[in-house]
Structures are given as C-alpha cells and as structure tokens.
C-alpha cells in the first residue's frame, strides 16, 4: 500500500496563496489520480479536485475551480495543492488521498496523507 | 450542503446495533455508483471502512457493513463499542459534477 506525506502547516493572509505538497511512497504514482480533500473547522469532508499524474492535468471541484490548481511531478513521486486567494473559511486540514482503481476518478481512496493544517489569518 | 445526506449525530450503548443512512440523488447513489465509508478519529486521518458494495479492508472488524438500495445506502455497527465512537462519512462518485462527493458525516456516540 501506499504511503503519503504532506508538508508541514502553514499559515497564510488573506489574499494569499498556499501551496501543500504530497509524497508517495511505496506503491505505483503515475497511474492513480491524487484528490485533495479538506475539512474546515467543524464542517465535513468536502473533494476539492485531483489529478492522474500520467494525464498532467488536474479535475476540479466547481467550487474550487477558478482559485486551485494541482500538480503532479513523477520523477519526485509528489503531487502538489496550490489555493489562491485565500479567505478566512478556507481555514482547515487539508487531506491528499489516492484511488484505489487506475486511470478514474472513480473509486474509494484506499490511502491518506497525514493531513495539513491550513490557518488564514490577518 | 453536502451532495449526499447523512443525519448529524446518532448514539447508542455499547453492544447495541446502529445504522447510518447516506441519501443520494440519480445523479451519484442512484446512477448505480458505489458507495463508500470512512471512519474519522479526532486529529487522524479518515480510515476506509467499507469500499463498494460491502468490502472490508484487512483489519475492519465484521461488525462494520454496508449496504445500498435505490439513492441511498447505509452503513450498519453491530455490537457497539466505546472505540467506535468517532465520525462516519460516505463517499460515491457524481456525474453531474463529475467528481468525488462525501456526506456531511455522522457523529457517533457511544453512551
């Protein structure tokens, strides 16, 4: 199975950008996509986007369209969550997680990072 | 709002049997894709519980299954125990948005 690290918490102004990285391990990177999912203080799970880093390009959550672009890079084996214009409500722990079948975003995410703290605050 | 719907909070006393419902709509639970379960413990991350129709991962106790009917599907404890007090989500895949979707989550409590 396998394994995800993410870079330590940040914290950000508002107006600003964060960028959070994800290190596999220990598995195949380029054929599974890499979703970002987050949880804002006393809020649930909510997919942000993703990417299959074969294709290169990332899939986003409407919400997050205009304001998120993931990365992948293979010869690192990272991926990588950048969020712009940050505001106060995007406060929260931000999740890497891998899918379980190749090639879709279809799927159930069989491996988690540990989780980054994001704090946006003037 | 999330996609998928799940009541806030549930309890039960240990030994008991509970249920949590994920309602859905055509275009995610009803359109025939899978739904999943995970089971989040304060500053850790989500564990897969059960994946598609009513698999384990290797180390999920037989108390922990699912099922699915129609736009909804449910994920059923038996057995209660003080460990399972933590929150539950669902997870299916959507058409219209064309990406993952999770439920709101559930906070268990065990009495």
């Known amino acids: 199975q396998v394994q995800l690290v993410q870079s330590g918490a940040e914290v950000k102004k508002p107006g600003s950008s964060v960028k959070v990285s994800c290190k596999a391990s220990?598995?195949?990177?380029?054929?599974?996509?890499i979703s970002w999912v987050r949880q804002a203080p006393g809020q649930g799970l909510e997919w942000m986007g993703g990417?299959?880093?074969?294709?290169?390009?990332?899939k986003y959550a409407q919400k997050f369209q205009d304001r998120l672009t993931i990365t992948a890079d293979e010869s690192t084996l990272t991926a990588y969550m950048e969020l712009s214009s940050l505001r106060s409500d995007d406060t929260g722990v931000y999740y890497c997680?891998?899918?379980?079948?190749?090639?879709?975003?279809?799927?159930?995410?069989?491996?988690w990072g540990q989780g980054t703290l994001v704090t946006v605050s003037s | 709002q999330s996609v998928l719907t799940q009541p806030p909070s549930l309890s039960g006393a240990p030994g008991q049997t509970i249920t949590i419902s994920c309602t859905g709509s055509s275009s995610n639970i009803g359109a025939d894709y899978d739904v999943h379960w995970y089971q989040l413990l304060p500053g850790t991350a989500p564990k897969l519980l059960i994946y598609e129709k009513n698999n384990r991962p290797s180390g999920v106790p037989d108390r922990f299954s699912g099922s699915k009917s129609g736009t909804s599907a449910s994920l059923a404890i038996t057995g209660l125990q003080a460990e399972d007090e933590a929150e539950y989500y669902c997870q299916s895949y959507d058409s219209s948005l064309s990406g993952s979707v999770f439920g709101g989550g559930t906070k268990l409590t065990v009495l």
């Open positions: 997680a891998r899918a379980k079948v190749a090639y879709t975003y279809l799927g159930w995410f069989d491996s």
């Open positions: 220990g598995g195949t990177f380029k054929s599974y996509a």
């Open positions: 990417i299959i880093p074969l294709s290169g390009t990332g």
